[in-house]
């Protein structure tokens, strides 16, 4: 059962002032890995930038009660290119503490980078009712 799901949409150019106005903005939102996986690329910097946001949507986390750091949620791809979450500290104690599946899209084109979150798994019940989205 889909129990969330987050979308955003980021401008390169939004994204490339802040990589020139604050020297430290790819340390602050990037782990080191990903850092090495985007290679200084704007448009994989700002897909990355949109997922996690489009993460917090789809978990919804200021209503549970969870703070969610840039690097404790990193953005990876496997051999083929398909991309998917790491998660650490309180989200990804949330995550596992749900069972949740996430499913991961993201794309970039014409100056936007988009990323889409689908959230799987039980929906919260109380006293037996289910409570959907």
């Given amino acids: 059962m889909i129990v969330g799901v987050g979308i955003d949409i980021v401008e390169l150019e939004r994204i490339g002032r802040a990589m020139e106005r604050w020297p430290r903005f790819l340390d602050r939102i990037l782990t080191p890995r990903e850092k090495k996986g985007v290679g200084g690329r704007l448009d994989k910097v ?6 996690k946001e489009a993460l917090f ?6 209503s549970r009660g969870l703070y969610m750091g840039w690097r404790d949620v990193e953005v990876m791809n496997t051999s083929s290119g398909k991309p998917y979450f790491v998660l650490r500290g309180r ?8 069972n949740l599946r996430l499913h991961l899209s993201l794309s970039h ?5 988009v990323a889409l ?3 799987q798994g039980k929906p919260r019940s109380r006293h037996g009712r289910c409570l959907g989205l």
């Fill in 46 to 51: 700002a897909a990355r930038w949109a997922a």
């Fill in 57 to 62: 949507k789809a978990l919804d986390p200021p």
């Fill in 91 to 98: 989200m990804g104690r949330y995550v596992k503490s749900r």
């Fill in 109 to 113: 084109d014409r100056g936007r980078a």
């Fill in 117 to 119: 979150v689908l959230a």
